[in-house]
């Protein structure tokens, strides 16, 4: 079966979304953790709990968006649902995450978009 048309731009989506993710990533590394090393005690044990929990945060949604549109390139199913989880994620990134987020659920789930996932989910991967 062909792959649906519109599933690339999906997929563009999770790799942009990530890279964008990844450049949080490095902002907060580069620019936060400078300044909040620089408080003294009480503020630093916080400000450091607070950005690692925000770099734990980005780095779920990064490898949640990289495993969803690996999938959905091989045209897994896995990768379809992966996909649709990043796609209520996105829904809180307003305004365009939410764009985004309720084309892709809107996509994602008609029928020629699973068929085509369930039917390459028997097909081994080269």
């Not at 896995?78 to 994620?89: D, E, K, P």
């Not at 365009?96 to 390459?120: A, D, H, M």
Request: positive net charge; proline residues 5%.
């Amino acid at each position: 079966m062909k792959k649906p048309d519109l599933l690339i731009l999906i997929i563009i989506w999770e790799f942009l979304s990530a890279t964008i993710a990844l450049v949080g990533m490095a902002a907060i590394i580069i620019f936060a953790f400078p300044v909040v090393l620089k408080f003294v005690s009480y503020p630093r044990a916080g400000g450091l709990f607070g950005l690692s929990v925000a770099e734990v945060l980005l780095f779920t949604y990064v490898a949640l968006a990289v495993t969803a549109g690996a999938g959905l390139i091989i045209g897994r199913e896995w990768g379809r649902i992966t996909a649709i989880i990043h796609a209520v994620l996105s829904l809180f990134s307003i305004p365009f995450g939410t764009t985004i987020g309720i084309l892709s659920l809107i996509y994602l789930n008609r029928p020629e978009v699973k068929e085509y996932c369930q039917s390459t989910q028997k097909k081994p991967f080269v």
